[in-house]
């Protein structure tokens, strides 16, 4: 062989190239399929993604589950700004404004404006801004009261519907049995903290054409952490984290009494402590002012349509097809075991069992859609990460000192302001 | 003979007659020398014993927890063992529809094939470094070297958007490539380099007439295979505990390697607990290859190279 | 990193000749040392030196919102300097997370090489029992990955869970105060100690093994104890690996992220800000400012460079001096 090399290295050349026009020739060709990128966390996403896929064969969805909300939210910043973001996302709804300003997701008025009475104008606001919407609403946490029922009849109280009650029936509880407490209310908790603020009036973030107004330092706020900041010192409620070991203990053992969250708590509580079925109801949110029902929301997620994807309509339709169709709904409910944000999806609830940890309180989702009525409309700011970890570390750093926990939220409300000046925001504040 | 064993011009004097000969000389009484021949003795094997003690301690909690159920996690004595070990590793195995296994099968394919490629890259490297006299060489070797004080995290955002523009983030290969460079092997690979690899040989095959690779194919790298072996196993005990590049660079679950995995089942967010039981009993699982491969290659550890680099 | 230990004309080869001198006639080819090295200098410029450049110059810039938009409008990247440093530079919260590096340092790198070094010459002992188990056993930690020893350790500090209180607890005395503030610093520095004592003590021990018998025997004639024969001759051969270990202590110590994240969920005395790098990660991956993030990285390499350039130098000096 003279020239075994060179033979050899023409023989590869030819396969290569051949198989590169062989390859193209399959993209170029027959392929309809519209595929789309969608990143989703959660039990059951796989499964709700495969009935679209079966439905929709010329629409084909992929799925990945890039983490948790946080960093979900994380990875889409990233991947939007390396250009290679999924077509459809979920997003918590707190991190929704700071995607919009990294200009993650796409303006989707026009997209969805055929569901726009699908959902109530409190759910919308958390995916509104300044008469844009930018994702469709997914799942909601309206938030009640998830307590022991058996603790409160063993200790002769009756089940709070103010929160100046819940003061009064966590002292005695904690009287009663010196080494329960009724809740607790940690630090991290931002979504709480927001929450019952917003119940008292004292929105966080506010916005409209003249600019930001921020709430965190509020009078009414500060009223709301002097609250639970005697109970604490009572020691009626416990301040440490939720969800440690040292919580999922304590809930074991039946020390803790109780959870003021939306109404994925049962879910939750039901994962850690399966063996507390039956003990747990749950009661809407203790009110500030008796007769003032409204509540708000603490969690929840919505879906995105990024700004990266090449179809735009199709994602959307599979949008709203997971959140505002029937049969999206009903998916939602029995393959996903969240609660939907969209009225229909409340009301297909009404008909299911409840969760597992409450097997006894059959009128479960009819507390939930009677709740999820009088929702207050909840705007986030541009900057809820950093709020979250300054609240979280000024509030435990005031725990443990025993200063007042309202300078904490004053602190806090300094450092957002500022960053959002810094930004470039007209912001005012309310306190 | 591992380095470990081996010592230049020892003689082998048990230890017995030392000790006579050390109480023989300083004059002692004999029953208190005796006595403190035999302290001298059990001292240090105790303090020995009680480090052993103190670093097996977690990892021998952590096979135990795994074998309690999620109920009995939290309630009973920790160095109780538990009734729930098959239910707990039939949990972990069946998690989103065995992904535990998927992100063990990664662990082993970064590790793997990066610490192969990252120890080829470093050898060259380092036997070009020690053995040729070029201009730059000092330049290009302080200049790697004084990446080891970049922190990860500074460089992995940067790296991630680099290989989207090349369209590469994302899937294994966004991780595979930026481990491959390695100051560390190249500072190893160069130092055994230096004192494995005879300059004659090297003379004498060029003035034979052979290319350089041929010398490096057949020549160098069978001489430096020791220290290739060590930085292999450096690198792939490093790529397996590599949390950071992996976390930033894959979006899908399915790629994740062991760390990244066993994080996201703690760290699912406020909505739902940390599976604590799935965690710690992948853990548990996870610890088990790796310490096998520190056991039994143990004896190919060319350790000295890190310190060989210093003597004087 | 120009230090004298690691000049080649330092090091001493076993059995080859020093650097190479010019070829002699017969000429090879200049191209075949660029050759071998390039794949790690390409791997090195691209993985690296571009991404270190784009840190720096993020540091540079940051995101604004455009002049007039209220609501949420979109930011864009602009120009603003040496803001961000000046910024970092005055975040008390940063220098005290440095403050807190320092305390931690303190803490784990002596124990840590000191441990390394005392296991290291108890195993070199002639009369030790149970080499091979303690050296293995010791060395185990090295297989455990960070994040997984961070949270073994953790659950080993809960008061629920943990079995040092428990004793504690059926003594009588209350669980031991692992993760509150009086403890918080000696349980971090613990994880680190623990994963990195094996490694460690393994680089000392080879050392230790290089050196030849006969240096000690003579002065085990002299009737030297063993623990003076230690003291006196074994560890100051030692030193050029202690100061290896040592400057990867720190360098380590700097970068310390993986555990206090790790624990950060089981107790509240762990803020978000606790470490330097873990501020970073805040700014890069939570609230989306890596201009923030790029600027205190900056300042965090280049404070690794001075300390180790310190140590180095310290040591060398100390070296010559202090002429075996």
Request: with cysteine; net charge negative.
């Given at each position: 062989?003279?020239h075994?090399k ?8 030819t396969?290569l190239?051949?198989g ?27 499964e ?7 439905a929709?064969?010329d629409?084909?969805?992929r ?5 948790g ?7 889409l910043?990233?991947s939007?700004r ?7 996302a ?16 796409r303006?989707?008025?026009?997209l ?5 009475d699908?959902?109530?104008e409190?759910t919308?606001a958390q995916?509104t801004f300044?008469?844009?919407v ?17 603790l409160?009849?063993?200790t ?5 519907t103010?929160?100046q ?11 009663q ?16 903290w927001?929450g019952?603020s917003?119940?008292a ?8 054409e003249?600019?930001w ?10 009223e709301?952490a002097d ?12 301040t ?7 919580y ?5 053992d ?12 049962p879910s939750?509580?039901g994962g ?7 003990s ?5 949110l203790?009110?500030w002012t008796p ?9 929840g997620?919505?879906?995105i ?9 199709e994602a ?8 505002a169709s029937?049969e999206?709904?009903q ?6 075991g969240?609660y ?12 299911n069992a409840p969760?597992s940890?409450?097997?006894q ?5 009819d507390?939930?859609?009677?709740v999820s009525?009088?929702?207050l409309p909840?705007?986030?700011g541009?900057?809820v990460a ?5 609240l979280?570390d000024?509030?435990?750093?005031a ?33 | ?5 081996t010592?230049p011009?020892?003689?082998s004097?048990?230890?017995g ?9 300083s004059?002692a ?6 006595r403190?021949?035999r302290r ?7 303090v ?5 003690f103190?670093?097996l301690?977690?990892?021998g909690?952590?096979?135990i ?5 999620p109920?009995?996690l939290?309630?009973s004595f ?11 590793l ?20 970064y ?8 120890t080829?890259?470093?050898t060259?490297?380092g036997?070009?470094l020690?053995k ?18 970049i922190?990860?995290i500074?460089?992995a ?9 090349i369209?590469?983030?994302?899937g294994p290969?966004?991780?595979?490539l ?10 190893l ?8 690899v005879?300059q ?10 052979a ?10 790298l069978?001489i430096m295979?020791?220290?290739m072996v060590?930085v292999?196993l450096l690198?792939f005990?490093?790529?397996w ?13 399915a ?17 739902a607990?940390a599976?604590?039981s799935?965690?710690i009993?992948g853990?548990a699982?996870?610890i ?22 210093l003597?004087? | ?12 080869p076993?059995?080859?000749s020093?650097?190479?001198?010019p070829?002699?006639?017969r000429?090879?080819s ?18 690296m030196?571009?991404p ?9 810039r ?7 938009a209220s ?17 970092v530079l005055?975040d ?26 005392l296991?290291?010459?108890l195993l ?7 080499k ?9 930690p ?5 994040i ?5 350790w953790g659950f ?7 079995p ?20 918080l ?21 080879t050392?230790?093994?290089?050196i030849?018998a006969e240096i ?5 004639l ?5 623990l ?19 400057v990867?202590?720190?360098i ?11 624990l950060?969920?089981?107790t509240?005395e ?5 470490a330097p790098l873990m ?15 790029a600027?205190?990285s ?5 404070g ?12 060398n000096?100390?070296r010559?001096?202090?002429?075996s």
């Amino acid at each position: 062989m003279r020239h075994p090399k060179t033979v050899r290295a023409a023989a590869l050349a030819t396969l290569l190239i051949g198989g590169a026009a062989l390859s193209g020739c399959s993209a170029v060709g027959g392929d309809d399929v519209v595929r789309l990128e969608y990143w989703g966390w959660g039990v059951g996403q796989s499964e709700q993604v495969a009935l679209w896929n079966a439905a929709n064969p010329d629409v084909q969805v992929r799925h990945t589950d890039a983490g948790g909300g946080t960093d979900s939210a994380a990875k889409l910043l990233t991947s939007s700004r390396a250009g290679n973001a999924p077509d459809v996302a979920l997003a918590e709804y707190t991190t929704i404004p700071s995607l919009v300003i990294a200009d993650v997701p796409r303006d989707i008025t026009d997209l969805v404006a055929d569901v726009d009475d699908a959902f109530t104008e409190g759910t919308w606001a958390q995916t509104t801004f300044g008469g844009q919407v930018y994702a469709l609403p997914q799942d909601a946490g309206p938030m009640v009261l998830t307590y022991r029922a058996d603790l409160l009849a063993e200790t002769g109280q009756a089940v709070p519907t103010t929160w100046q009650e819940f003061g009064d029936v966590a002292r005695a509880v904690h009287e009663q049995r010196p080494d329960t407490v009724l809740a607790a209310v940690p630090a991290g908790e931002l979504g709480f903290w927001a929450g019952v603020s917003a119940q008292a009036g004292a929105d966080w973030w506010s916005v409209d054409e003249d600019g930001w107004t921020v709430g965190i330092a509020d009078e009414r706020m500060l009223e709301v952490a002097d609250f639970f900041e005697q109970l604490a010192v009572d020691g009626s409620i416990d301040t440490d984290p939720v969800l440690s070991p040292e919580y999922n203990k304590r809930v074991n053992d039946g020390t803790i009494g109780g959870w003021a969250a939306g109404i994925w708590a049962p879910s939750v509580l039901g994962g850690v402590a399966p063996d507390t079925s039956g003990s747990w109801e749950i009661t809407p949110l203790p009110e500030w002012t008796p007769g003032d029902a409204a509540v708000p929301f603490q969690g929840g997620s919505a879906l995105i349509v990024t700004k990266n994807s090449e179809h735009p309509e199709e994602a959307a339709a599979f949008a709203k097809w997971m959140n505002a169709s029937t049969e999206g709904n009903q998916s939602l409910l029995d393959v996903r075991g969240v609660y939907p944000a969209s009225i229909e999806g409340q009301e297909l609830a009404i008909g299911n069992a409840p969760p597992s940890l409450m097997p006894q309180q059959t009128e479960f989702y009819d507390v939930a859609a009677e709740v999820s009525e009088d929702v207050l409309p909840t705007t986030w700011g541009p900057n809820v990460a950093l709020a979250t970890t300054t609240l979280t570390d000024e509030l435990n750093a005031a725990i443990a000192a025993g200063t007042p926990w309202r300078d904490a939220f004053v602190a806090t409300q300094a450092v957002v302001v500022a960053d959002m000046e810094e930004v470039g925001y007209q912001v005012t504040t309310n306190g | 003979m591992t380095a470990l064993d081996t010592r230049p011009g020892a003689g082998s004097r048990p230890g017995g007659a030392e000790g006579d000969r050390r109480t023989a000389r300083s004059g002692a009484a004999r029953p208190g020398a005796a006595r403190a021949s035999r302290r001298g003795k059990l001292l240090p094997t105790i303090v020995l014993l009680i480090g052993a003690f103190y670093c097996l301690v977690p990892v021998g909690w952590v096979f135990i927890a795994s074998s309690k159920s999620p109920g009995e996690l939290f309630t009973s004595f920790s160095f109780a063992p538990g009734t729930g070990l098959l239910g707990n590793l039939g949990d972990l195995f069946a998690y989103e529809g065995g992904q535990y296994g998927l992100w063990a099968a990664n662990s082993l394919l970064y590790a793997g094939v990066g610490g192969v490629l990252s120890t080829l890259v470093s050898t060259m490297a380092g036997y070009a470094l020690a053995k040729f006299a070029f201009r730059g060489r000092n330049l290009i070797f302080f200049m790697i070297l004084a990446g080891v004080l970049i922190p990860g995290i500074t460089l992995a955002i940067p790296q991630y958007i680099l290989l989207s523009e090349i369209g590469l983030a994302g899937g294994p290969i966004s991780v595979l490539l930026p481990i491959i460079i390695s100051p560390f092997g190249i500072y190893l690979s160069r130092v055994f380099a230096q004192s494995a690899v005879p300059q004659e040989i090297l003379e004498a095959s060029r003035i034979d007439g052979a290319g350089e690779w041929r010398i490096f194919r057949h020549i160098v790298l069978p001489i430096m295979v020791p220290g290739m072996v060590t930085v292999f196993l450096l690198q792939f005990v490093g790529i397996w505990n590599n949390f950071l590049l992996p976390f930033v660079m894959l979006s899908d679950q399915a790629d994740y390697p062991l760390t990244v995995g066993l994080y996201t089942l703690l760290s699912k967010g406020s909505g739902a607990p940390a599976l604590y039981s799935l965690a710690i009993t992948g853990a548990a699982v996870s610890i088990i290859p790796l310490t096998l491969l520190v056991l039994f290659l143990q004896r190919f550890w060319r350790l000295d190279l890190i310190s060989g680099g210093l003597k004087g | 990193m120009a230090d004298t230990a690691l000049r080649p004309e330092m090091t001493h080869p076993v059995t080859a000749s020093p650097a190479p001198r010019p070829a002699r006639g017969r000429r090879r080819s200049p191209l075949a040392p660029y050759l071998f090295v390039a794949p790690a200098v390409v791997l090195f410029v691209v993985f690296m030196l571009i991404p270190l450049g784009y840190t720096i110059w993020s540091s540079l810039r940051a995101y604004r919102i455009e002049e007039g938009a209220s609501v949420l409008g979109v930011r864009v990247d602009r120009f603003v300097g040496l803001e961000n440093y000046v910024a970092v530079l005055q975040d008390a919260e940063l220098l005290a997370s440095f403050g807190r590096l320092g305390i931690y340092g303190v803490i784990a790198v002596p124990l840590t090489l000191g441990l390394a070094l005392l296991f290291a010459l108890l195993l070199d002992v002639p009369a030790v029992r149970a080499k091979r188990f303690a050296r293995t056993a010791i060395f185990i930690p090295y297989a455990v990955p960070g994040i997984t020893a961070a949270l073994l350790w953790g659950f080993m500090y809960l008061p629920s869970t943990s079995p040092f209180s428990y004793v504690t607890n059926a003594l009588g005395w209350g669980p031991i105060p692992f993760l509150e503030a009086d403890g918080l610093f000696g349980s971090l520095a613990n994880i680190a100690i623990w994963g990195g004592v094996g490694f460690n003590m393994i680089i000392i021990y080879t050392s230790l093994r290089g050196i030849p018998a006969e240096i000690y025997e003579s002065a085990r004639l002299d009737g030297a104890s063993e623990l003076q024969v230690a003291l006196r001759i074994k560890v100051p051969l030692v030193v050029p690996a202690l100061v290896l270990t040592g400057v990867f202590a720190l360098i380590g110590t700097l970068q310390l992220y993986g555990e206090p994240n790790t624990l950060r969920p089981l107790t509240t005395e762990i803020t978000q800000s606790w470490a330097p790098l873990m501020t970073i990660y805040r700014d890069a991956f939570l609230t989306d400012d890596l201009p923030s993030a790029a600027a205190s990285s900056t300042i965090l390499a280049l404070g690794t460079v001075a300390l180790s350039a310190i140590v180095l130098g310290v040591a060398n000096r100390r070296r010559k001096e202090g002429v075996s």
